[in-house]
Structure formats: structure tokens, C-alpha cells
């Protein structure tokens, strides 16, 4: 993850923007979704600035927020500190998912959303976040679509890159900050979670429509819900969600109460 602090700002930005709030507002209606009536335990690897990290706490979820970027963790100290209602349900930790802290299935829900497209390949990450999941638990990953790659380019206006990318069926292009990121498929992660003793549940596309869209994109709020309510509705269904840039794969750890 090389780079990724400078790119800290560029996150900020993206989570405030219309494309941002729309990929977290669809996140967290399908954890909210899943989860438990109980109060769950849930790890946030890869935290980033806090986002869904503090979305959960505020519902009444007990949240470990982990990011491997010391300047990402103070930003969401600072968001924190802001809303210390939250300050009991909420632990950060500075580690990256090679370097987590817990060594035993002890979370209902573990989260890595926006990482595996940083590393070389989800084989081992996703190995050590299964480890994770407590019996009856849940892991919901939210990668970058591999199968969608070109999509973005092709919608801006950039062609000629579109044509390279398709073209030569690249697993990796320029993400959101900057950074080249890697793919996976939906079907792939849910090959590695059931290998790892997971259920996978059904997967969902993200960000099907509005992609393309830069940062400045700030809807107001009808519009911004008629978009949440098209892209929930589409992210279920192929080949409409074999299109979203994102794809959230959930599976479950057999057994408990969940």
C-alpha cells in the first residue's frame, strides 16, 4: 500500500463526494441488513478516515477500526473526538491486515472493504481475515470488478485507454486516488471464502450508473436517493452488476446464533 497516505486527501475528498456517499450509504444498508439484532462485534480493516467505521457505532455496533496509515487513523480520531457518544463502542488500532492483532475467530463481522485492490493477490488476506469470523459471523469484502474494467474509461471519454484495457483483459487500472488497482471477480471471492469453511451469500454491484461522475458530483437529496434506490435495485441483478466498478461479496461462518 505504498503511497496510500499521500493519497489520504484524495480519499477525504472521494467520501464526501456523491460517488463516495453512494458506495458507503449501499455498503451499510446491506451490512445493516445482515447483521444481527443483537449488538455485534465487528473489525473495519483497512478504515481508512472512518466512514462506515463510525456508520456502525452510531447504530449501536462495537467497532474496531484498523488502517495500517497512522495520518488515516488521526483523521478518524478526530471525527471521533467530535462525537464522543461513540467514544465507548469505538477501538482503533494501527495495522494492516498482514499485521492485525488478533489471532482467534472473535468478531460476528468482519469488514475489508476498499484493500484486496491495494495488494498483489486476495488469496492470503482473505485467509487471515476468515480466521477472523466467529462462529455464525459474517465477512462482507468490497473489491474492485475486474469485469468492469475499462467501463470507467470508456464512459469519461477516454477511448483510447478503454480499448487498451478491454482489449488486453487488464486486471489493473488507475483507481480513485491515483494508484493503479487491482480487480477480483465476485466469483473468485466467493471460491476463496468458501475454501477458507464460509457460506457465501449473494453478491452485489456497486456503482452500476455512476461511475464515470468526478467528485465534485454533489447531488441534493432527492437525488441522491432516486440514485441510491436505482443502484440497490440494479446491484442484485446481471448483467447490470456485472457492471458496477465494485463488487460486495458477504459469506458466512457456519454455526452460532446468528
Same mark, same amino acid.
Given at each position: ?12 475528498? *472521494?467520501?464526501? #463526494?456523491?460517488?463516495?456517499?453512494? $458506495?458507503?450509504?449501499? =455498503?451499510?444498508?446491506?451490512? &445493516? /441488513?445482515?447483521? !444481527? +439484532? ?23 455496533? *462495537?467497532?474496531? #477500526?484498523?488502517?495500517?496509515?497512522? $495520518?488515516?487513523?488521526? =483523521?478518524?480520531?478526530?471525527? &471521533? /473526538?467530535?462525537? !464522543? +457518544? ?173
Amino acid at each position: 500500500m505504498t503511497g496510500f497516505d499521500a493519497a489520504g486527501a484524495a480519499y477525504a475528498a *472521494h467520501c464526501a #463526494g456523491g460517488r463516495g456517499r453512494l $458506495r458507503h450509504d449501499l =455498503v451499510e444498508r446491506r451490512l &445493516l /441488513a445482515e447483521l !444481527p +439484532e443483537r449488538y455485534a462485534r465487528i473489525l473495519d480493516v483497512g478504515c481508512g478516515t472512518g466512514e462506515m467505521t463510525l456508520r456502525l457505532a452510531a447504530v449501536g455496533h *462495537h467497532v474496531t #477500526g484498523a488502517d495500517p496509515s497512522a $495520518r488515516m487513523l488521526a =483523521v478518524t480520531a478526530g471525527r &471521533l /473526538a467530535a462525537r !464522543p +457518544e461513540l467514544a465507548v463502542r469505538v477501538r482503533l488500532v494501527e495495522a494492516g491486515v498482514d499485521s492485525l492483532p488478533f489471532d482467534r475467530a472473535q468478531f460476528d463481522v468482519v469488514c475489508c472493504h476498499g484493500v484486496l485492490m491495494y495488494l498483489g493477490a486476495p488469496d492470503e488476506a482473505v485467509a487471515r481475515l476468515a480466521r477472523l469470523v466467529a462462529p455464525g459471523g459474517l465477512l462482507s469484502v468490497l473489491a474492485k470488478n475486474r469485469t468492469s474494467i475499462g467501463v470507467r474509461e470508456a464512459l469519461t471519454g477516454d477511448y483510447e485507454a478503454a480499448r487498451r484495457l478491454i482489449g488486453s483483459g487488464a486486471d489493473t487500472s488507475p483507481g480513485n486516488l491515483g494508484l493503479d488497482t487491482r480487480g477480483d471477480t465476485a466469483e473468485a471471492l466467493d471460491r476463496l471464502t468458501a475454501r477458507h469453511g464460509l457460506v457465501p451469500l449473494p453478491w452485489q454491484g456497486l456503482r452500476i450508473f455512476h461511475d464515470h461522475l468526478d467528485d465534485t458530483w454533489a447531488p441534493d437529496q432527492a437525488v441522491h436517493e432516486a440514485a441510491l434506490e436505482l443502484e440497490w435495485t440494479a446491484s442484485w441483478r446481471s448483467p447490470y452488476r456485472d457492471m458496477g466498478h465494485l463488487v460486495h461479496t458477504l459469506a458466512r461462518r457456519p454455526g452460532g446464533g446468528a
